[in-house]
C-alpha cells in the first residue's frame, strides 16, 4: 500500500475505532517481499497480525504453510456472492482471500499535455518516442526495469508465460529470447526509454514531464493526481509482428486471517474484515485512486462508471491473464531476476538469460519442494 493510500487506510480506521470504541487496531505497511517474508516467519511461530492484505500470489505459499485460515467457513455464501467472482481467491477448495480491489495489473499511462493520443500500436510507440526524444531530449517511455513482473506484459506480447499448467517453469523458450531483444532494442537501436531505471527513477521523469508514458499500476494514480498531473489510461500497445496485446498480470488485493489468531478474537476480526469490504470503504479508495471495486453492486455507481481512468484499467484488464497463485511462482520471479538484470547490463545474452532463467527456477523448485 503506497504512503497516500496508507493515509487514507489511516482514517478509516480512525472511523472504526471512534464506532467501536473497545477495539485498537494498529496498521502496519510493509513493502510486499517484506510483508510476506515477515508474515510467514512470524505466523509459523504463533505470531504476526491477525489480517495480511496485499496480492494473490502471496496466497499460494501462505496456504501451503498453513498460516492463514480458510474464509468459507468464517463468511457465508450469500455475503460472498455479493463479490465479483474475481476478487475471491480460492487454493484446494478453500477461500484464502476477499479482495477490496481487483486488477492490480500494469497498463500504459501517459501525460495528456505532451502526448493527447496514446499509441495503439508499437510500431507507432516507436515511431512517436523517436519524435519526442530527439525533440525534447526527454524520454518517450519509462518503467521499472529491475522487476521482471514489469516484464511480464513484453513475454506475453510474444506468445510467452511463465509457467506450464502444472506448475514447471517455461522461461528457456523463443518468446523470451525476442521479449528480451525487443526491450533492449527501445533502448539501444530506438533510444526512447532510458539507459537504466528503477522505479523511482521512472516514477520521478513521468511526474517531471520528461516522459510522455509510463508502465505502471494502479496504486500510482493517488500520487500522479497530487502531482496534478492531466493523465490518461491505456493498453500497453498492441504487438502488430505477433498479432498480440501484450497482457499483464491480473490479480485482486485482498484480506487474509492469520490461522494463529485465538477463537475467541475470530468475531472481531471478521466483522472488522467486512468494515473494510464494505462500500462505502471501497468507494472512498475508488473515488482517491480509481481502483476497481469488488461488490458488483457498485458497478453501476456514478464514481465508476463516469470514471476515464478506471474505464481504461478496466479494458487494459480485458486482455490480462490471471497471476498463478501457486508456490512455485515465487521461486520463477527469484530466477528470473539476475538474468533479466544481467541482459539489461549486457553481461548475459538473451538466450544465455533464457536458459539460465530455466535452470535456475527448476533448481529453486525443487529447493522448495525437499
Known sequence: MHPDEQEEFNKILQEYMAQNPDIKITALYKETETLRSGFQIAAIGGAGPDIVWGPSDQVGPFEAMGIILPLDTLFDKKYLSKFDPKALVYGHGHLYSIADKIGNHLMLIYNKSLLPDPP??????????????????????????????????????????????????????????????????????????????????????????????????????????????????????????????????????????????????????????????????????????????????????TSVQNNEVIKGSEDEMEVGRPMPIIPELRAIWDAMRPSYQAVLGGTETPEQAAKEMQRSAVQKIKEMNE
Open 120 to 301: 495503439r500500436t508499437m510500431d507507432e510507440l516507436i515511431a512517436d518516442g523517436e519524435k519526442f526524444d530527439e525533440a525534447t531530449k526527454g524520454h518517450a517511455l519509462v518503467w521499472n526495469y529491475t522487476e521482471p513482473y514489469f516484464f511480464i506484459p513484453f513475454l506475453t506480447g510474444f506468445n510467452g508465460w511463465v509457467m506450464d499448467s502444472l506448475g514447471n517453469p517455461t522461461l528457456d523458450t523463443q518468446a523470451m529470447i525476442s521479449a528480451l531483444e525487443f526491450m533492449k532494442d527501445l533502448r539501444d537501436k530506438y533510444e526512447i526509454i532510458p539507459k537504466s531505471c528503477d522505479y523511482e527513477t521512472a516514477d520521478a521523469l513521468f511526474k517531471e514531464g520528461k516522459a510522455e508514458m509510463i508502465i505502471n499500476g494502479p496504486w500510482s494514480f493517488g500520487s500522479y493526481k497530487r502531482a496534478g498531473l492531466d493523465f490518461g489510461v491505456a493498453r500497453i500497445p498492441f504487438m502488430k509482428e505477433t498479432g498480440l496485446w501484450p497482457a499483464p498480470m491480473v490479480s485482486p488485493m485482498g484480506y487474509s486471517i492469520n490461522a494463529s489468531i485465538p477463537s475467541w478474537k475470530i468475531p472481531e476480526v471478521v466483522k472488522f474484515v467486512r468494515f473494510l469490504l464494505s462500500p462505502q470503504v471501497q468507494l472512498e479508495f475508488t473515488t482517491h485512486f480509481e481502483t476497481i471495486p469488488t461488490l458488483t453492486e457498485l458497478y453501476n455507481d
